[in-house]
């Protein structure tokens, strides 16, 4: 019976051995924080999420994030049209360098913020005698933030710098416009999707960051505790419903940033 | 350019005159570029005149695409000067310029409909709203778009996005347009079609224009005047006319369509090709001395076929030739021979010239190709095998090899 005509037994037998093997690796961990964190009631649920040391590590973490996001999207657009249109001496280093962050461990990257800006770093001893404290304040998560999605953006716009036609821009300088014109009505329009998917991809990284926060912020709570320190603090206190509302939350937010660069692609690069 | 030809019967009654129209719109004076040591163009210079439009016609390779990227302001040139409507503007960058540009691939914003591609450059010289929207009503009715106003560049056919860059082009009033090889992309139909359509359009605002093309029909049937371009230096330029039937170098006469090309001597009342000695009395004798190695230069068309001996009135004779393939392509028939007694390799004097770019053991060119309108071909039948006469109704003398380029 293998040969029936147009039944192909590898087909069903393929798909299922592929959704059978994601079960226990994904689905099933994901599905255990809904599971886990709404068996006592939403009641107790809404209690934990509402709790105000719980919304201050969201808030940090969005706000955080958002910065970090704000400024690696304008490096990234600055950096790709740097190395896309000049030809120079180290680019390939540069472009080498600016990729690195992803393959160095947060934890590593943390460390080497402290050693730098800390109260006995390289810049920070500098800065101290002067009142500028930048580690375990807000800034120092920034700074990480920055660090660790530092060439996310860059990442999805430089390809598509690389890709657009240089006669664009020539056809829009023979017409009359200035550099700035040319880049603000013809280069940036083109670019609008890389813009969006790489700011919702750096954004996503951000807001998950623990390795190198945990480092630089200090962890204090209501301070410079984020939401994932906060679902670590707890998790270590006992208070595994108070982990488990914050957890959800990040997990949706994922989610919803995940279905927007999906399915809005091809909307954001529609002609 | 030197005028280096001589006929012995006119064809047509010659256009009045290859000169431009009137005072220059566009000028290159002694353009020469180099990319690193290798040197791309050599002294180019010429003038387009006001509503005129001059085709610069190379191979790849010939240098045409950097002379209009030159004039167009993305390119430095290395010495020379380009002015426009008496202005110097070799120092100005490309947005200073005013020169409207037409890119091979068209270069349409792709986030832009029609309407706001064609009133760019308004937009970006802060023109009133107002303005703007009658200037692009004007354009896209004169370019017949205007039910496509709102859409994108991507919606539109390759034709359609043509007429877009030339009315964005226009918006600004250019003082130059220049055409990247704008029928490039284009299917053969369309391409026709197009030039055409394209032609009538630029007489009708009368900018002064340069095309770009490898195409020699294209540049016979768009151009005003033709500057044939080889590596780097301009061969000849005339009107259409002229560099089809006066070319001034081999590399013109063989670059534009097909052309006979034989090894000639000048004697003191004739040229000697071969056995054959045609007379020349028109010939200029301060060009031409006799001993002179030269070359004429053909059209399959000037070549008439008799069987048996020529009429004694008709044109001069030059070989008896044995047919070699007879082949029918379309609208007429082409006809390969050979001569039974070709012209044997010129013996240089010592003393006529030095420089030869000549290989030393090329051997000369026997063959011959004719072409026969249909009438003629279907009353005369000729095979493969038959020996007839050549006769020529038309030839043209190129100067001595080595006194200029072309090989």
Known sequence: ?271 | MAKAKETLIPRFEEPASSAPPSAAAASVVGISKRFGKASVLENISFDVGEGEVLVLLGASGSGKTTILRIIAGLEMPYTGKVILHGKDVTELPARERGVGVIFQSYALFPKMTVEKNIGYGLRIRKRKRKEIKETVNELLSLVQLEEHRKKYPSQLSGGQQQRVAIARTLAYKPEVLLFDEPFGALDTQTRVHLRREIRALLKKVNVPSIFITHDQEEALELGDRVAVLNVGHIEQIGTPFEIYNHPATEYVATFLGAANVLDAVIRQDFIEVGSAQIPAPTLDKAKFKPGDCVKIVFRPEDVSLHRGDLPRSTHPRLASAIIEEVAFVGAYERVRLIMEAGPDECKIDETSFLLTTETPDRKPSKSIIATRPKPEASTTQLHAGERVVVALTSFTVLPPQGSKGGN
């Not at chain 1, 255990?32 to 809404?46: M, P, Y």
């Not at chain 1, 101290?128 to 990480?144: D, E, K, R, V």
């Not at chain 1, 998790?235 to 994922?254: M, Y």
């Open chain 1, 1 to 271: 019976m293998r040969h029936v005509r147009g039944f192909d037994v590898a087909r069903p037998l393929s798909i299922g051995m592929l959704v059978f093997m994601m079960l226990p690796l994904v689905f099933l961990p994901l599905a255990s924080i809904f599971i886990f964190g709404t068996s006592n009631g939403l009641d107790k649920f809404w209690a934990a999420l509402t709790a105000p040391e719980a919304i201050f590590a969201l808030k940090l973490s969005m706000a955080t994030s958002f910065w970090a996001t704000v400024f690696n999207v304008i490096f990234g657009l600055f950096a790709a049209y740097v190395l896309s249109r000049y030809n120079f001496w180290g680019r390939n280093a540069l472009i080498v360098t600016i990729s690195l962050p992803t393959a160095i461990p947060t934890a590593v990257a943390g460390f080497a913020l402290l050693l730098l800006w800390g109260p006995y770093g390289t810049l920070g001893r500098l800065l101290a005698p002067h009142g500028f404290q930048i580690m375990f304040t807000a800034w120092a998560i920034i700074l990480a933030n920055i660090f660790v999605t530092f060439p996310l953006a860059f990442g999805v716009i430089k390809p598509v710098f690389d890709t657009m036609s240089h006669s664009l821009e020539e056809a829009s300088a023979t017409i009359g416009a200035t550099r700035w014109q040319t880049f603000w009505h013809v280069t940036l329009p083109s670019l609008r999707g890389a813009i969006v998917s790489g700011a919702l991809l750096t954004f996503a990284r951000a807001v998950g960051e623990f390795g190198s926060t945990i480092l630089v912020s200090g962890n204090l709570a209501g301070r410079t505790q984020t939401a994932p320190l906060y679902i670590f603090a707890k998790f270590n206190e006992g208070q595994i419903e108070a982990a488990n509302a914050i957890a959800i939350v990040l997990a949706l937010f994922s989610f919803l940033i995940f279905s927007v660069l999906f399915f809005a692609r091809d909307w954001l690069d529609v002609d």
